[in-house]
């Protein structure tokens, strides 16, 4: 018989790096999850990515035990990393902060691909293109696609 899912909790922590303090500790403690089994787990399984923001989905069920899948970072992340800046701009519509060019966005958009809901590389480099466009990084040159 299978388990009742009682719940969903979402998270970003960084890889590697997860303590029972906010924002781990009261997601996991207020639904009854053992906090310090999560965060061993958790950074077992992140070692390779340490330090990396990584988005996690934790199920948990009703009889206090959980799954927890690890997702790719964020697209936004990984463009400010390629870029090498350390935020978005101000007015992303006036001031550019960086260019990228469509390779990166390819890389990115590879990478990212299981976690977005789209089929083809070239609609997932568009989506990338997209979070690109409003953080304020211009991406050179014309879309390769098609």
Do not use: H
């Amino acid at each position: 018989m299978a388990k009742e899912v009682a719940g969903l909790i979402k998270l970003q922590i960084k890889g590697g790096a997860a303590n029972p303090s906010p924002p781990v500790g009261p997601a996991l403690g207020s639904k009854g999850i053992n906090i310090m089994d999560f965060c061993k787990a958790f950074n077992a399984r992140t070692q390779d990515k340490a330090g990396k923001v990584l988005p996690v989905v934790i199920t948990y069920y009703t009889d206090k035990s959980y799954d927890f899948v690890v997702k790719t970072p964020p697209v936004a992340i990984q463009l400010m990393e390629v870029a090498k800046v350390k935020g978005g701009s101000a007015e992303p519509n006036r001031k550019k902060i960086a260019e990228i060019t469509w390779e990166q966005v390819r890389a990115i958009a590879t990478d990212k691909m299981p976690d977005l809901n789209c089929f083809t590389v070239e609609s997932a480099m568009r989506m990338v293109a997209g979070t690109a466009r409003s953080l304020g990084i211009a991406v050179k040159g014309e879309f390769p696609g098609e």
